[in-house]
């Protein structure tokens, strides 16, 4: 999904404007002529890839002559392109009305980490768990009884009820207008001072604190009772909570677009990188409304409001950093981009490094989020597709043009003398970040997706890719009292072949101000963090080995995404991955597009074994000719990818030799991970039964990849 490389950059970009408006005016024409003589909702936006044309105004002869006008004159102009130009690029260019360069930055402050929930004893609401030798209860909606292990749940140590809600929040500077956004609210306390603060509500949500081998249980409950904010797409598989039929062409822009998909809205949160029995891991189809209609995946630890669920988490695996966000299907990447996210740390009272680190107000969870705004503060997004004849509102990724940390746009953070640990976050929807310190100084990572690194790494810039999380250590003790460092990006857009960020606003992420005050002296860390990836990778020999493609389907006359897929398959296709718990399996994953894509597995933890080129042409050409036009009505022949490959194979960065659930897989190359498919501790079985329930997923992490098939299921045996 780049441009191609012989293109320049200014031509692509004028070609990108001409498809867009091209498809935009044809939409809107054919929606003027079937809905003549009635009244269209007005659009506060207009489409943002027309220049200020408006889909939404009142049909009438002059309006149907000038968008005939405009269509002659946009389809005149796109003759002149040349045909390798052909490939749309897949990124809004300015979605939203507000200029980003209008927005001051540094003026929001972080003054400190987000919230942490406080819990509620009265938290599960009706019910309760009768605990019996085998330690299972009854799933709503399931009829069976569910095996969860050994723990005792009769009575969790703490209990939480979440709501996610809609409210303003002011996430641009003060003086511009609050935001309507979606996020998580709870009872919730100063995280430095331990202080209650009642009910907060926030995007990002106030962060879960736990502890190894303590379980809690979450009642999440879905108040959320407007229509989305964006445009649901009903041509995609999705959620579809009134089971409406798949519509048609032509379809309505949006707003209002599809209005009986609007609403209600289905949520479902997911704890990404917890090991959790999948009754509790808020896959896709576990969705549920504020009205009361439940996802045929949907299930709760004890009965409960219609309109909520109640998840049991062990808590079980070493200390990290998690985060949860909504996953419901075909629409976690509005609902992300609403704002449903939240920090999950785990900690562990026989870690022995954390003594050493940064702690209390020096130790901050990072969210980066890319966000795009309109002139009256509400938040952006693309509301058109590349193939509007087939999918109208699906955009194959969103970039928006202003960055978000925390909830506010472009902060400041005063910083004492002293060394930090910053728990980053990437949860964007699909950019990756390059990030770096303006003033060229180090940085020590410490810890990936699960836990803390083999050994501790310096590095002057990091790679993170949307799901990704990264535990580094900043020491400002050197720092002059009146520097200003910022936090930058370089990171192409899409990644790593796409187009450069604009160096004035995406390319900059927050600003670090030093004080007078002396903060935290560093500790000395030992040279290997985490004894048990002393040698790395530490998964033996597999007993399974897999060979699965990461393959982009095209629309044959536009060359533009239709869908994305694992392997070519559907996410309805029978299921094809099964591994067997307690066992190792090998993956082998050929990527045949454009992009990086960052695979994200639910419920264990990759081991990156390599990366190699290869030469995808050919092997893709093989592939397609073993195995049919994708998307496949059959299971994937697979292709084994060793006569293919070019040059040598590199291991995993220094900073990528630790447990991830998410693995950066680039263009042109062979990524090979391992997975045992058992808890990371070295244990052999999980303390739940992780062969029960829905099951499990895998899939892109860049959100709008994974609402649109790039997303699999599968079951543990």
């Not at 020999?541 to 044959?556: A, F, G, I, S």
């Amino acid at each position: 999904m780049i441009a191609p490389k012989k293109l320049s950059l200014s031509t692509y970009v004028v070609h990108d404007h001409a498809a867009h408006a091209l498809c935009s005016v044809a939409s809107a024409l054919c929606e003027s002529l079937s809905l003549s003589g009635r009244k269209r909702a007005s659009s506060p936006l207009g489409d943002p890839e027309t220049k200020g044309i408006d889909m939404d105004h009142k049909t009438s002869k002059k309006t149907l002559t000038v968008l005939i006008a405009v269509l002659i004159v946009v389809v005149a102009f796109g003759a002149m392109v040349p045909v390798s130009a052909q490939r749309v690029v897949t990124q809004p260019l300015d979605v939203g009305t507000l200029d980003p360069t209008t927005i001051p930055k540094w003026v929001n402050q972080l003054t400190g980490p987000p919230p942490v929930y406080a819990g509620d004893s009265a938290a599960t609401g009706g019910g309760s768990i009768t605990q019996s030798n085998t330690a299972s209860v009854n799933v709503q909606g399931s009829g069976n009884a569910v095996n969860i292990g050994q723990q005792n749940i009769a009575n969790p140590p703490t209990k939480y009820t979440v709501k996610m809600m809609q409210f303003n929040q002011q996430i641009l500077p003060t003086g511009f207008p609050m935001t309507k956004t979606w996020g998580y609210g709870g009872l919730a306390k100063d995280a430095v001072t331990g202080k209650s603060l009642g009910f907060v509500k926030n995007s990002p949500g106030p962060t879960f604190e736990t502890k190894e081998g303590t379980p809690i249980t979450v009642k999440w409950v879905n108040e959320i009772t407007s229509p989305s904010l964006f445009a649901v797409d009903p041509t995609i598989h999705w959620a579809n909570p009134k089971n409406i039929p798949t519509p048609s062409p032509p379809y309505p822009t949006f707003p209002p677009g599809c209005v009986t998909a609007q609403s209600p809205v289905p949520l479902v949160t997911h704890v990404h990188g917890l090991e959790v029995q999948s009754t509790s891991d808020g896959g896709p189809n576990a969705w549920f409304t504020a009205d009361g209609r439940h996802g045929p995946g949907y299930s709760t630890l004890m009965p409960t409001d219609k309109n909520a669920a109640i998840y049991y988490y062990p808590n079980s695996q070493p200390p990290t950093t998690l985060f949860y966000h909504d996953h419901a299907l075909g629409m976690t990447r509005t609902n992300l981009a609403s704002g449903l996210a939240g920090f999950y740390l785990e900690r562990s009272a026989t870690d022995k490094i954390a003594p050493l680190l940064p702690s209390g107000k020096y130790e901050m969870p990072l969210a980066i989020q890319d966000r795009s705004f309109n002139t009256d503060g509400s938040l952006a997004f693309p509301n058109a597709g590349v193939n509007p004849q087939d999918h109208p509102y699906w955009f194959p990724e969103f970039f928006g043009n202003t960055v978000m940390v925390n909830g506010k746009v472009w902060p400041n953070m005063n910083v004492d003398q002293g060394q930090y640990r910053f728990r980053i976050v990437d949860g964007s929807n699909a950019r990756f970040y390059n990030l770096t310190l303006s003033n060229g100084m180090s940085f020590t990572q410490i810890g990936v997706d699960g836990g803390y690194l083999r050994a501790p790494v310096t590095l002057k810039n990091l790679i993170i890719a949307p799901g990704e999380r990264a535990d580094i250590l900043v020491d400002f003790s050197n720092i002059p009292a009146g520097t200003k460092i910022i936090m930058k990006n370089d990171a192409n857009t899409p990644f790593p072949g796409g187009d450069p960020v604009d160096p004035n606003t995406t390319g900059q992420i927050m600003q670090f101000t030093v004080t007078s005050k002396l903060g935290r002296s560093p500790s000395s860390l030992p040279a290997i963090l985490n004894p048990q990836l002393a040698t790395f990778p530490s998964l033996g020999t597999p007993t399974t080995q897999r060979t699965k493609t990461l393959y982009e389907v095209t629309n044959t006359t536009s060359d533009t995404p239709m869908m994305v897929t694992l392997d070519g398959q559907m996410w309805d296709a029978p299921i094809s991955e099964t591994p067997k718990l307690g066992t190792t399996e090998q993956w082998t994953i050929p990527n045949l597009t454009p992009d990086a894509h960052p695979i994200h597995i639910h419920l264990v933890q990759w081991q990156l074994v390599s990366r190699q080129t290869f030469d995808v042409a050919k092997y893709t050409a093989d592939w397609l000719a073993l195995n049919g036009k994708a998307p496949f009505n059959h299971p994937t022949i697979a292709l084994n990818p060793a006569n293919y490959l070019t040059g040598s194979p590199s291991g995993p960065d220094a900073n990528e030799q630790g447990w991830k659930d998410t693995v950066r897989m680039n263009p042109g190359e062979v990524t090979v991970v391992k997975a045992r498919f058992a808890p990371t501790d070295g244990s052999y079985s999980f303390p739940f039964n992780a062969r029960i329930g829905p099951g499990y997923v895998w899939h892109c992490h860049i959100v709008d990849h994974e609402d649109n098939e790039m997303m699999r299921p599968y079951v543990v045996v």
